[in-house]
């Protein structure tokens, strides 16, 4: 068993302020990576994991349920974050989901 999962971690998409949120199950906010939505394209801006929970996989385990959550929306990444992106990097897995960003994606009046 992990240390994310011994926390008992649940990660929700907060669609209206454009992040995933990583809480413990009993509401203990741990974390989010927040994002644009570009069309069909997501692109992860930022993560922030809270202290406390720092070096327990709470970073990975939101990143794999977000990547997880826009692969069953039919949607492409854009890993601008540094946390994502080198995430990506490691889990091959989500390779076919990954696209390279555009000065558009980039933009945050578009």
Known sequence: MSDADALHLVVTH???HERY???TDDGRFAGFTAYW???????FLHT???EEFEGHGVGSFLASHAL???RSRGLRVVAVC???HAYVER????????EPARPEDLDPDA
């Open 68 to 70: 997880d959550d826009v």
């Open 82 to 84: 540094p946390f994502i």
């Open 21 to 23: 949120e990583v809480r």
């Open 48 to 50: 922030v994991v809270k």
């Open 14 to 16: 907060n669609r209206e």
């Open 91 to 98: 889990h091959h897995e989500y390779d076919d989901l990954v």
């Open 37 to 43: 939505l570009r069309g069909d394209r997501v692109v």
